[in-house]
């Protein structure tokens, strides 16, 4: 199946500073990635999507100015938690969806976030 | 997007068979059936998806109802590496809809 990467696997920061995440699929070109936020025994929630080249588009109730989404070429989506406090620790996940593949979204493993 | 309904939790022997249950009633025509599992601190992984027909895989077996209300998973020799929490989604795969995760089944494989 096609592979998706996240990077850094995990992260510790200290409040206020900005934590940038990478997304790349690195077997196929993603016209579509997505990034989910999931908080200890919950679910993923989705909190955007964005396609290549085009300005991302969030969820009701997240903030774009505080998470920056950036999808620059059809292998690479970086997100970034800009300001982040001890409520924005959660698990990130990103996926991403290309065509040709049937519309399946494949998953990376997660970018574990803890702001101190 | 279909809702989707599962039972929170299950328990299965390992070497047995899994059968995951999940409702659909309201699917449209042209939504997917699409499941994933999360094992703990990972990324979902894709299982497989249908959206009429049985399907098969490597990993699982999909059984989908004559009218589609219902599907099951089927892991046909559970492992306890296979200790997931199992997501079903009806899906309209197409470039502008994107997955919905709600609390899936938590399966539990047990020696």
């Known amino acids: 199946g096609a592979v998706v990467s996240q990077h850094p696997s995990r992260v510790i920061c200290k409040s206020g500073t900005s934590v940038k995440i990478e997304c790349r699929s690195l077997?196929?070109?993603?016209?579509?990635m997505f990034w989910y936020r999931q908080f200890p025994k919950q679910s993923l929630m989705l909190m955007a999507t964005?396609?290549?080249?085009?300005?991302?588009?969030?969820e009701q109730g997240v903030e774009k100015d505080k998470f920056l989404i950036n999808h620059a070429s059809l292998t690479l989506s970086t997100l970034t938690v800009t300001s982040a406090h001890p409520e924005d620790s959660s698990f990130y996940i990103c996926?991403?969806?290309?065509?040709?593949?049937?519309?399946?979204?494949?998953f990376g493993p997660g970018t574990r976030l803890t702001v101190l | 997007d279909a809702k989707t309904t599962q039972p929170p939790s299950m328990d299965c022997a390992e070497g047995r068979a899994a059968n995951l249950p999940c409702n659909h009633s309201?699917?449209?025509?042209?939504?997917?059936v699409y499941w994933y599992r999360q094992i703990h601190s990972q990324g979902p992984q894709y299982i497989i998806h249908?959206?009429?027909n049985n399907e098969t895989n490597e990993m699982a077996s999909l059984i989908i109802t004559e009218d589609r209300k219902s599907s099951t998973l089927i892991l046909p020799h559970a492992t306890l590496r296979d200790t997931a929490v199992y997501y079903c989604i009806a899906y309209f795969n197409n470039a502008g809809n994107m997955l919905t995760f709600g609390g899936g089944t938590r399966l539990m494989v047990k020696p």
């Open positions: 249908g959206l009429k």
């Open positions: 309201t699917i449209s025509g042209n939504e997917y």
């Open positions: 964005s396609n290549e080249g085009s300005k991302a588009t969030y």
């Open positions: 077997d196929f070109q993603a016209t579509t």
């Open positions: 996926s991403a969806r290309g065509a040709g593949m049937a519309d399946t979204q494949y």
